[in-house]
């Protein structure tokens, strides 16, 4: 099927100006489609040819200025049309199809006690599968609707949706909408549990489905604190206000992402509805994602991109203004440390493989909207957000704030560019910020930054920086020492601030007092760039890494450890034995969760070998055992307790406890069994072989949720067994029942670690039959299987043999081939990391 270039959408966006849409859905026609109209009403700046973009299941009638057009002539995803200069209305008759995939209007119904939800993700390129549109983000236009629904339904739009006509016809009626471009357009329905309330004179909500009702309720007070707190602080600093009707923040089922921004109507995957007990860090991350999202209103919503090549014009910003707003309005303002171990380590490793880009690329590498797909990763969002920072860091914050609102108010519901916003902020600074952006923005990889550090006299030391890479960097040089008669810890001297030149070169500094026992680079995390110690300060880390002072300076060093294990400077083992001694000593979660996720997920299952694997998962029980018996009496460390119970049970290589916990309902230490620590448990027994269907089907029958099917997906998957192995493989990838949620958990179930030999032989089915289902159910499948279902445990120089060969004589889908790639290249560094045996 067609997509559209950029080369297209210029050629339309110079022909057409868009005035409005009126859309009718009717989405009382059964559980396979639903009937679309749309009427656009447009001009042509002159005769040309274009076409507009749908993917109905059956394209009924079209007409344009009441001519009928062809449906035969639909090709692909695309209706031509001839114009003539002038005004032009164009209405499009579909029935489309639901999805069960998270695109377009997915459709759910609740197994826990059958109620039926729909809702529309029309991002990027899939409101074609909606309604008919002019699909490209500068192509904004005003927005009417219509749903008929089942009259016990509920219907939410970007706008404020009020039923018409006796409530039995379902009919309802959503206010015009203000300019906005096509992927922005969203609707939801069904019998959704609503919580109402208003806040500076506008309708504020919160829905999610029926069943999720209580878990909603108890946090309710939380969500609707913080979207209030962050609505005002954004206010505080944006002196356009929100441009919209209404916020309404819908938890919706099986959803792709983390959530999405619609105006006036966010989605959210309503795993954040919170069913089983979570750390505070988890809080704290709920919290991030809606004050990213509030940010979108402006950096997205009222300001959009021009085309794809400027995504990080979206989705850095929220992310940074996500981060910072949420520390500044909430009692989360730590928030900068989980960025730094859980969301800035996922740009660093996006910025080391052969997929890695600019924060903004170049116009030509994305020439189409496929490509653009591909930039939505650790790089537009964590990398381009540790840019902003570094930018406000250098720029102050001040002069930010006052190019950020230049901007908004030149291009308030319009578009804009990398250059439209550089000079915005350039109007406002007497900083060079093109040649920033050119350096920052521009390139790709990761700097290093390395210290040498040596005595030079016996008042004085010499830090040599040696920087191999091309950014100019603002950053702090945390000091410090043993502290007198308690040399497990670590007194500051007051940090030194530099600006390193534009690299590669090393910069020099001579500073007063004797040598600190530790230097830290980036101490604050205030810049991009990987960090190393030297050997004096790394062996002092060893032993005094827990006597940090802050949090985020612990977290620092530790991004720094994972990342020497990751490029073979340090053994696997000795982060191991690093967080053996210090984890049980740590009171941040964030930082407790990223360590364990990283030992658990990379060290065990990827560094090690199959020999050396029993060693470091008993090394990785026995530290959760520490942490758990250390805070067994402590009020306030909750969120440790099950951070640490989490990786225990994972960890476990030995059946026996994990069934009593199953029977008391509690682990000791930890905290009570609820179904999502039941589910885990029971996961890793079916995986240990010591679970049956039976047990499966009664843990289900306890928990008949969306999220216990989920559950049971995965413990069936992990059963050791060949005939259960195969029937999840013919579930994944034969049959095409399966939601991107039950996928997921079904290929996350998969792959043991423990059952190698078992599973190996699947390692030739994986290639071709990814491809396939790729090929047949799209973008987010394919992005499911190139993540969840590709063979992780098999580290084998044939897995990776027949993946090369995969890329060079197969023909993956734009979004198969990048995920491969990436896959790829993890399992080529963990190759190497096993066969690296140097210390620092």
Not at 248 to 267: C, H, R
Not at 284 to 311: C, K, N, P, Y
Not at 446 to 472: C, E, N, S
């Amino acid at each position: 099927m067609p997509v559209l270039t950029r080369d297209e959408a210029q050629t339309r966006a110079r022909l057409l100006d868009v005035h409005r849409y009126r859309i009718d859905l009717d989405l009382t026609r059964g559980d396979e489609h639903f009937a679309s109209t749309t009427v656009i009403r447009f001009t042509a700046r002159e005769a040309g040819r274009t076409f507009v973009e749908l993917k109905p299941a059956t394209l009924r009638r079209a007409t344009l200025d009441g001519t009928p057009l062809d449906p035969a002539t639909l090709h692909g995803n695309r209706l031509p049309l001839t114009l003539t200069a002038g005004e032009h209305e164009l209405r499009v008759e579909a029935d489309m199809r639901y999805s069960r995939t998270g695109e377009g209007m997915h459709r759910f119904t609740d197994p826990a006690d059958g109620r039926t939800y729909l809702y529309t993700q029309t991002f990027l390129d899939d409101v074609q599968r909606v309604f008919a549109a002019f699909d490209q983000p500068d192509l904004k236009a005003l927005f009417d609707a219509t749903v008929t629904a089942p009259p016990e339904w509920t219907v939410l739009g970007n706008a404020i949706a009020t039923r018409t006509g006796p409530p039995e016809d379902g009919r309802w009626q959503l206010a015009t909408t203000k300019p906005l471009s096509t992927y922005f357009v969203a609707f939801a329905a069904g019998p959704w549990h609503s919580i109402r309330t208003e806040h500076a004179g506008l309708p504020f909500a919160l829905h999610c489905r029926q069943s999720l009702a209580p878990h909603l309720d108890t946090d309710a007070h939380e969500i609707l604190d913080i979207t209030r707190r962050c609505f005002d602080r954004f206010h505080e600093i944006f002196d356009e206000p929100y441009p919209f009707d209404s916020y309404d923040q819908a938890f919706v089922p099986e959803f792709n992402a983390g959530a999405m921004e619609n105006p006036g109507l966010v989605t959210f995957r309503d795993e954040y509805v919170f069913r089983s007990a979570v750390t505070d860090t988890e809080r704290m991350s709920r919290g991030t994602t809606i004050a990213h999202e509030m940010a979108h209103m402006w950096f997205g919503d009222l300001v959009t991109l021009q085309w794809w090549d400027d995504i990080w014009l979206n989705e850095s910003f929220a992310e940074y203004m996500g981060v910072q707003i949420l520390a500044e309005a909430t009692r989360f303002d730590d928030t900068w440390t989980d960025f730094a171990i859980a969301r800035k380590t996922w740009g660093y490793d996006a910025d080391q493989r052969p997929s890695t880009h600019p924060v903004a690329p170049a116009p030509h590498d994305v020439h189409d909207t496929a490509s653009a797909l591909l930039n939505f990763d650790g790089i537009s969002y964590a990398k381009g957000a540790s840019a902003l920072r570094q930018l406000v860091t250098w720029l102050g914050e001040k002069d930010f704030l006052t190019g950020i609102n230049d901007h908004f108010a030149r291009h308030r519901f319009g578009n804009a560019t990398l250059a439209d916003f550089i000079d915005s902020l350039a109007r406002n600074t007497d900083r060079d910020v093109h040649a920033w952006a050119a350096t920052w923005l521009r390139t790709s990889g990761a700097d290093t930054l390395t210290p040498t550090v040596t005595d030079d006299g016996p008042d004085r030391w010499r830090l040599d920086l040696h920087h191999d890479g091309t950014r100019p960097h603002h950053l702090a040089i945390g000091l410090y020492d043993r502290t007198p008669g308690d040399p497990r810890t670590l007194t500051p001297r007051e940090p030194h601030t530099t600006d390193l030149p534009t690299g590669p070169g090393t910069h020099s500094l001579t500073l007063p007092g004797p040598r600190p026992d530790l230097v830290l680079l980036n101490d604050g995390d205030l810049t991009y760039a990987k960090v190393r110690l030297d050997p004096g300060s790394w062996h002092t880390a060893l032993t005094t890494l827990s006597g940090l002072p802050e949090p985020l300076s612990r977290a620092v060093l530790w991004n720094a450890a994972r990342d020497m294990v990751r490029d073979g400077e340090l053994h696997p083992h000795a982060y191991l034995d690093a967080a053996r001694t210090h984890l049980p000593h740590e009171n941040d979660i964030a930082v407790v969760q990223g360590v364990l996720a990283f030992a658990r997920t990379h060290i065990t299952d990827r560094y090690s070998t199959p020999t050396d694997r029993p060693h470091a998962l008993t090394t990785l029980t026995e530290l959760c055992h520490d942490l758990l018996d250390r805070t067994r009496h402590t009020t306030g460390t909750e969120g440790l307790r099950l951070a640490a119970a989490r990786t225990l049970i994972d960890s476990a290589t030995t059946p026996t406890t994990l069934h009593d916990w199953l029977r008391t309902g509690t682990a000791p230490g930890g905290p009570a069994l609820d179904p999502e620590l039941r589910w885990r448990i029971l996961t890793r027994l079916a995986a240990l072989g010591a679970a049956t269907p039976h047990d499966i089907d009664t843990e289900l029958a306890r928990d008949p949720s969306a999220t216990g099917q989920e559950g049971a997906a995965r413990c069936r998957a992990a059963l050791p067994d060949p005939a259960a192995k195969e029937t999840a493989w013919h579930a994944m990838y034969t049959g095409d029942h399966l939601s991107n949620y039950l996928f997921t958990a079904t290929a996350q179930g998969f792959w043991q670690p423990g059952q190698l030999d078992l599973v190996r032989p699947y390692r030739d089915r994986y290639y071709p039959d990814a491809i396939a289902l790729a090929t047949r159910r799209g973008p987010a499948l394919a992005a499911a299987a190139g993540t969840h279902g590709f063979p992780h445990p098999l580290v084998e120089e044939e897995t990776l043999r027949r993946g090369q060969d995969c890329l060079r004589d197969a023909d993956p889908t734009p979004t198969l081939r990048r995920k491969l790639t990436d896959q790829l290249d993890d399992l080529r560094r963990a190759l190497a990391v096993r066969t690296a045996r140097t210390q620092p």
